[in-house]
């Protein structure tokens, strides 16, 4: 029996194609967009204003496929960290609303680990074992509790984004799309190590906000903590982001988490304005979250205060950025599923 495809992370043009195929007519492909990405609807026979013979044909063909999270689990400043299986075998992920006043961030996983195995990211020590389809990134953004009322989405989940670049840029097509949630990219960022080909399609084909992970400004010590910037120096990502307009419409930052002793002194302050000098962006500071395999260490308030300050004073916007959701493993860094992949190594 031919297993049946997912609604849920096809485009209009696809479930068109798929109408046709079936021999539905035309304007059925609305009604099903409508269904799945406006009405949110959890399964076919759901879809009232379609025919039951039509909805029988959808049926022996399609699911919507969505899947609840197995677990959610509350923090006690109201962030929740939700776990959810995915389509390769005893593999999950992880995602992480976090509410504010008037907004409720999503933060997004592209990947099943990470390829990327920066030091201090607990989910570069799952290693790597799959990207998420179109389906599995959108079930996030559907299946997460209080769905209706996210505000924002950041893909600063799980996973490399410009690793998984086209299922991750079909997702956001799907987010921004007229038939879909018509949501304004303004209202979605990227964030990335910056895989400098990806990176180039990036901002050539989207307008979502764009942040950088860069946690050194010398390259020789990015190296040690981030192993990706021998392939993509972060002084060539730099030369990129120079030929792009950030006064307008897109916003750039540049996240860096502070280490105790090993970034946090005035001279990486110094040499930080200089990499950065130009180019119209926002600082956030990171507290680190330590864990049990790694000898980093975070750096303290005052320490973290003065940077700020300092990079403020260059005329930076800049914020240290507050922790949330560090008592349920669901801070930034934090995100890993290895005791439930059966990786009893590293207990997070």
């Known amino acids: 029996m031919e297993e049946k495809q997912y609604l849920l992370g096809m485009t209009l043009a696809e479930i068109k194609e798929a109408v046709k195929e079936l021999g539905l007519p035309k304007f059925t492909a609305l009604q099903i967009a409508d269904w799945v990405y406006v009405k949110r609807v959890t399964s076919i026979d759901e879809m009232s204003n379609i025919s039951l013979k039509n909805r029988d044909i959808l049926n022996s063909r399609f699911d919507i496929g969505r899947v609840n999270p197995l677990e959610v689990q509350t923090s006690t400043d109201g962030t929740k960290k939700m776990l959810f299986a995915t389509h390769h075998n005893n593999k999950f992920i992880e995602s992480v609303t976090i509410p504010e006043s008037d907004r409720l961030t999503l933060c997004v996983s592209s990947q099943i680990g990470c390829k990327m195995n920066c030091?201090?990211?607990?989910?570069?020590?799952?290693?790597?074992?799959?990207?998420?389809?179109?389906?599995?990134?959108?079930?996030?953004?559907?299946?997460?509790?209080?769905?209706?009322?996210?505000?924002?989405?950041?893909?600063?989940?799980?996973?490399?984004?410009?690793?998984?670049?086209?299922?991750?840029?079909?997702?956001?097509?799907?987010?921004?799309?007229?038939?879909?949630?018509?949501?304004?990219p303004k209202r979605i960022t990227l964030s990335t190590i910056g895989i400098l080909p990806k990176l180039k399609r990036f901002l050539d084909e989207s307008s979502c906000h764009l942040a950088i992970s860069l946690h050194s400004p010398l390259s020789a010590q990015r190296k040690i903590i981030m192993p990706a910037e021998k392939t993509y120096p972060i002084e060539q990502i730099i030369d990129l982001l120079h030929n792009y307009d950030w006064t307008h419409q897109r916003r750039l930052s540049f996240e860096y988490i502070m280490f105790a002793g090993v970034n946090d002194s005035s001279v990486y302050a110094r040499r930080l304005v200089k990499l950065l000098s130009g180019l119209s962006c926002r600082i956030n500071l990171i507290r680190f979250h330590a864990f049990r395999e790694t000898l980093l260490q975070p750096s303290d308030e005052e320490t973290m205060i003065k940077f700020r300050d300092f990079l403020t004073s260059k005329g930076f916007i800049c914020t240290i950025r507050a922790s949330r959701g560090e008592d349920i493993f669901a801070a930034c860094g934090m995100l890993s599923t290895m005791k439930k992949n059966g990786d009893k190594k590293i207990m997070s």
């Not at 989910?123 to 996030?140: H, K, V």
């Open 119 to 184: 030091a201090f990211c607990l989910t570069g020590r799952m290693g790597f074992s799959g990207n998420l389809s179109t389906n599995e990134i959108l079930n996030q953004v559907y299946a997460v509790p209080d769905a209706e009322n996210l505000s924002n989405i950041v893909f600063m989940g799980m996973g490399e984004p410009l690793d998984n670049y086209d299922n991750v840029m079909k997702a956001i097509e799907i987010l921004t799309a007229d038939y879909a949630l018509a949501w304004s």
